[in-house]
């Protein structure tokens, strides 16, 4: 199996919706990116990126199966739901390339078969440069598949002459020459995602520190300087889900103003983990026992972040162990 370098690809620009290098085929088995289900044919070069562009789409919960024998397709596709519901598979990416040996060479003809029989798909083909193949493959110090006993660049002639039809029919190609693999990341992102897709996911987590703080938290807040509802009778039996104790917390001095400044000194973070392929994000909020003041302030700043856009889950993880 190919693939590319494990730390990264070329510096290059990011691209965004029309990355240079890549283009919009008129081909006849494109599919509209609302069609449902999804199925995407990843092809290419070995080398540029095949790997890392399956990688993406897990990330992004498509079903992706590797190295399929293009016989396997019709099957596969056939086994496709228009839901994601109770396990069947909506969205369905299938890496298929020159390590199938002579299985490879029915691709074309199950295309076809493929866009007779009425199935939707897009081919993604990833290329690269010749130079840049070649740089890779030394840098993994492993042979092209198709090289034999001879160079690199004659592995790399005999995969193109193979790949030619395949490609001139691609929906989308994907020149990766100058891509790191965050930028391949993001551009494969933006190829089969929506806007809502592409947002950050905010987790915001109550806890009680003497439960000890949640381990998978990227940031950890204290509630512990705002007056504790605990010691007043009427709100001691409630939670911050309750309005009596969220009133009470919220207008104690200096809780709208941590929301405040804490919600504007995590803008740009969001904006930075996006950036860098990170897109969850678990914020940890605690207070005592993670019954009132972590509460209320969680379920506050969820309110304010979902009011801009942000797509927040909200845990609260100890309630009811009191």
């Known amino acids: 199996m190919t693939s590319t370098p494990p730390e990264k690809m070329p510096e290059g620009p990011a691209p965004i919706e029309a990355p240079e290098g890549s283009r919009q085929a008129d081909g006849p088995t494109g599919a509209p990116a609302s069609a449902r289900p999804e199925l995407l044919v990843i092809t290419g070069m070995s080398g540029a990126g095949r790997t890392r562009a399956a990688a993406a789409l897990e990330d992004l919960r498509w079903y992706v199966v590797d190295n399929l024998p293009p016989t396997m397709l019709p099957p596969l596709a056939g086994m496709m739901t228009a839901t994601a519901d109770r396990g069947g598979v909506r969205r ?65 002639a005999a995969e193109r002459v193979l790949l030619e039809q395949v490609r ?8 990766t020459s100058e891509l790191t693999v965050h930028e391949l990341t993001r551009t494969v992102t933006d190829i089969v995602c929506g806007p809502t897709e ?28 705002l007056a504790n509802p605990y ?22 001095p200096g809780a709208q103003e941590f929301i405040d400044r804490y919600l504007a000194l995590i803008e ?39 009011a801009h856009g942000q797509r927040v889950r909200v845990v609260h993880r100890d309630l009811g162990r009191e």
């Open 92 to 156: 369905l990416a299938v890496v298929v390339d020159v390590r199938g040996g002579e299985f490879f060479s029915d691709l074309v003809v199950v295309l076809n078969d493929l866009r007779d029989t009425g199935v939707a798909f897009r081919i993604l083909f990833l290329d690269a440069s010749d130079e840049v193949l070649v740089r890779r493959f030394e840098q993994v110090r492993r042979p092209h598949p198709l090289q034999g006993g001879g160079r690199i660049l004659d592995g790399i």
């Open 168 to 175: 001139a029919r691609a929906d989308v190609v994907i020149d």
């Open 198 to 225: 592409r947002a950050m996911r905010v987790t915001l987590v109550s806890f009680g520190f003497k439960y000890g703080i949640p381990i998978d938290a990227d940031h950890v807040v204290d509630m512990r300087f």
């Open 231 to 252: 010691w007043v009778a009427d709100l001691r039996p409630l939670t911050g889900k309750d309005a009596p104790v969220s009133s009470y917390v919220l207008a104690l």
């Open 268 to 306: 740009p973070l969001l904006d930075g983990y996006m950036k860098e392929q990170k897109p969850y994000v678990t914020i940890a909020v605690g207070c005592t026992g993670g019954k009132h003041r972590s509460v209320a302030i969680v379920e506050a700043m969820a309110e304010r972040l979902r």
